[in-house]
């Protein structure tokens, strides 16, 4: 049963540039969220996808968005990227309103900005 | 809003001795989730056990136990045994009851355990 897999696993971009990142869900799950991870700090929450569309945003500015597919895989965009986007973006997947139960974090994804 | 607060950055345990992390929490919640996650050098984000604040008894899972204070708002992780491969990051999280609510982090607490 495969969980939760993140593409890339690792990104350098420029500043200004524009970066998507990819989520396949934990099979069964429906649920995508995004989480961004600053070194040395606990992960904060971006946003949420259930049913292809946004469900809940964290404080995070319009820079940020994602799309949620059919088959339930999500995309996290990023547009005009500064140095502090760089961070490890996690995905995190549950099925629908169940997540009191946990969610199944993928590996993450590695975003330098320089 | 509701605030998670681990208060050690790092620790240290020998080999099979016990361990226990901090977490404090702020919220006007009845009814919540608490979780511990540990996260290795591969990054995942792994549950290491849950716990309903309904729930007076605290979880257990193997050498994995809580003690849940709700009044003090305290969830502090209790590792048994320690093992190398517990070397990690740990985190401890807050949900609230509802549904589709993002999961709130502490800063984590790196545990080394030394051989």
């Known amino acids: 049963d495969a969980g939760v897999t993140q593409s890339p696993t690792h990104l350098i971009k420029t500043r200004g540039q524009q970066v998507t990142l990819r989520c396949s869900p934990k099979s069964g799950h429906d649920t995508v969220s995004w989480y961004q991870q600053a070194l040395g700090q606990g992960p904060q929450f971006i946003f949420q996808?259930?049913?292809?569309?946004?469900?809940q945003r964290g404080n995070f500015p319009d820079r940020f968005s994602g799309h949620q597919f059919p088959n339930y895989s999500s995309e996290l965009n990023v547009n005009a990227l500064l140095l502090g986007d760089s961070a490890l973006y996690l995905c995190?997947?549950?099925?629908?309103?169940?997540?009191?139960?946990?969610?199944?974090f993928g590996s993450g994804t590695r975003l330098t900005v320089v | 809003a509701q605030t998670v607060t681990q208060s050690q950055p790092e620790m240290s345990v020998q080999e099979a001795e016990t361990v226990t992390l901090s977490c404090t929490y702020d919220t006007s919640e009845n009814n919540y989730y608490l979780f511990w996650y540990k996260q290795p050098p591969s990054r995942q984000m792994i549950l290491v056990i849950r716990?309903?604040?309904?729930?007076?008894q605290n979880a257990t899972e193997n050498r994995f136990s809580v003690n849940f204070q709700k009044a003090a708002k305290s969830f502090s992780l209790k590792i048994s045994d320690s093992q190398l491969g517990d070397t990690a990051m740990y985190f401890c999280?807050?949900?609230?009851?509802?549904?589709?609510?993002?999961?709130?982090f502490g800063k984590g607490t790196r545990l080394s355990v030394i051989a």
């Open positions: 996808y259930y049913e292809e569309e946004e469900r």
């Open positions: 995190a997947s549950s099925l629908g309103r169940r997540i009191n139960y946990g969610y199944t």
């Open positions: 999280a807050f949900m609230k009851h509802e549904g589709n609510t993002p999961l709130v």
């Open positions: 716990q309903e604040a309904y729930k007076q």
